[in-house]
């Protein structure tokens, strides 16, 4: 009787496990391909910006993203973390119309930006922005690579994964077939092609590197802390193994005329 409880029990084990197998890999209508997978140079506990990568990626979002998309929470001062000189930051702030006031007549005006200006949204409001985009809202870049599933991962992807509609997908007007994106039907055109933006450095900016460029620009966005982050999480570490050690030599000592 025993034996046979035993192979009831294993049998639902493994039945259960099967379904939870055959679930995963499927993609049921509407779920998004998983993220293609690269290697930033940020990850893992020693990562660090790559610079040069993050300045093209600026130029990238500079050129191309901000059309549409805002950067609410940076500073242009902020661009001098990525290595920025004060007075190439200025230049970039300066391209923007920021709104300031009231003035003496109490009436609001415009002015070029400065670097303690934040990066302005691209459209007055959201009814404004959808109005102009096929009824979808652009978010705010700046948080992007952490509000999403997948991280950098996804955000590149996305840039990267745009395809034909499969057999049977309906589009509207102003929609285009992401795989990547939840539900496929996504209301952004793809927004990079080859040779857009000139990179100073040379680098050839393809897709794949221009994508690449504006996800490790927008990781920085997310978190500019990262690299303080993970320094200091280097100096705990090696603190505690000191500590360790030293404790250890302590208790020796104490315990040694015990023995
Ligand atoms: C012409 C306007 C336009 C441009 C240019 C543009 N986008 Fe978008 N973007 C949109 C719209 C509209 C949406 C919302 C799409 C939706 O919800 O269907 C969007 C959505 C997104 C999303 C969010 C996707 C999600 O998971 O919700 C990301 C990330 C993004 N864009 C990144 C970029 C980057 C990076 C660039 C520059 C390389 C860029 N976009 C250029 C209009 C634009």
């Known amino acids: 009787m025993r034996g046979i ?56 979002y500079r050129e191309v993203c901000a059309a549409c998309h805002g950067l609410e929470y940076i500073a242009f001062r902020n661009l001098l973390e990525i290595g920025l000189s004060e007075d190439e930051a200025k230049v970039i702030a300066a391209e923007y119309e920021i709104t300031d006031g009231p003035d003496e007549l109490g009436d609001m005006f415009e002015r070029p930006g400065k670097l303690s200006d934040y990066y302005p949204s691209p459209f007055p409001n959201d009814n404004a922005a959808r109005a102009a985009n096929g009824g979808a809202l652009p978010p705010d870049l700046s948080l992007v690579v952490k509000a999403r599933l997948g991280g950098e991962n996804y955000i590149y992807s996305l840039l990267v994964g745009y395809e034909d509609p499969p057999a049977g997908v309906e589009l509207g007007d102003t929609q285009h077939y992401n795989p990547y994106f939840a539900g496929g039907a996504i209301s952004m055109a793809p927004p990079l092609f080859a040779d857009m933006v000139e990179y100073p450095d040379g680098t050839s900016a393809t897709v794949e590197q221009m994508a690449y460029d504006v996800t490790n620009f927008l990781t920085w966005t997310a978190e500019p802390k990262l690299e303080a982050r993970k320094q200091l999480g280097v100096k705990v570490i090696i603190f505690l193994v000191l500590f360790s050690i030293l404790m250890y030599a302590v208790k020796r000592k104490v315990w040694a005329g015990l023995h």
């Open 5 to 60: 409880g035993k192979l009831v029990v294993a049998l639902s084990i493994g039945l259960g496990l099967a379904g939870a197998a055959a679930a995963t890999p499927a993609q049921a209508a509407g779920e998004a391909r998983s993220p293609l997978s690269r290697d930033w140079p940020h990850a893992g506990p020693f990562g660090t910006f790559d610079r040069a990568s993050v300045q093209r990626g600026m130029m990238v």
